[in-house]
């Protein structure tokens, strides 16, 4: 099987309901399309989700990207070299991490078209489902139960928190939010938001809330920090932010700074980098979570067979399509009771 032609489509979404976190306001995001052709007439679609704080990419950062390298190198090749193919980007387009993402999952969901399997069962099928948490951003207390309210009615039992701006009022939520729905779920997601002596206070007044995980407190690039915060509260941390790399994976786990990774696939640079590192957690036996950006749902889909193809991975967090207007992909993969169940189609699920 060989590539013989490239082509790529950037679409542009709004939110249907704009979202608050510690560092910006969301309310319209860009995606890149990215379709590579065969010579047996197969297809595989991969998705690019570039964000400035969590990638490091700009849009035209991804599309020069794809017009310098990823078109030549593919073009030509084999995508059964696909761990070449992505070795051989990263001498171009190390900084482009959802640039190389999506190469690699349509290279990934190609070779898995022509085993005539979900990409899931091709990649090891350890679980065929897994529920996912939805995220309730930075609001006004009021409008955080209404929220949670409504996405507990669509069945949703995993609720995940914003803050990281005002520690009095998050600590108010948590509390609101148990004493209204004491069956629920709920994870705390700081976005880098506290300092150290914040962390623990949080932590300290909301023990009787019982949250799961508390999401990168502090800053990325403060690893000792996290670590503090690790080692003084009773709640697992998780990082996010401060793990973008394999190198990222190795100093967190090697110096105990965490308890758990966030694995998002456009800030690793896809599954196959995404497996690397949840074989370090692995080993360091920290939990992992796999979770996403603001993507379509082929995205979505990329990061749902990641995670149910490891068994390492127990969380998700894979809502990032749900807000997005005239999202060009459905149909791959159901979403029932806040549980996502893959395609059985063949690779992502896509066809034309």
Known sequence: MTITRVSYERIDLQLSIPYTIAYETVSEISNYILKIETNTMMVGYGCAAPDLEVTGETPEMVEVAIRNFIIPLLKGSSPFHYARLLQDLKIHCKDDSSALAMVDMALLDLVSKKANLPLYQFLGGYRDSIATSIT???????????????????????????GGLVLEEDIAKMIQLRERFPDIVLRFDGNQGYSVKDSIAFVNATASVGIEIFEQPTRKKRGKKLGKVTHRVGVPVMADESLKTLADAFNLARNDWIDMVNIKLMKVGGILEGMHINSVARAAGLEAMVGCLDESALGISAGLHFALSRPNIHFADLDGHLDLENDPFTGLFRLEKGILYPSEAYGLGHSE
Do not use: Y
Not at 140 to 160: C, M, N, V, Y
């Open 136 to 162: 309730v951003g930075i609001m006004p207390l009021d409008e955080t139960l209404e929220q949670a309210k409504e996405f507990i009615l669509q069945g949703f039992s995993i609720l995940k928190i914003k």
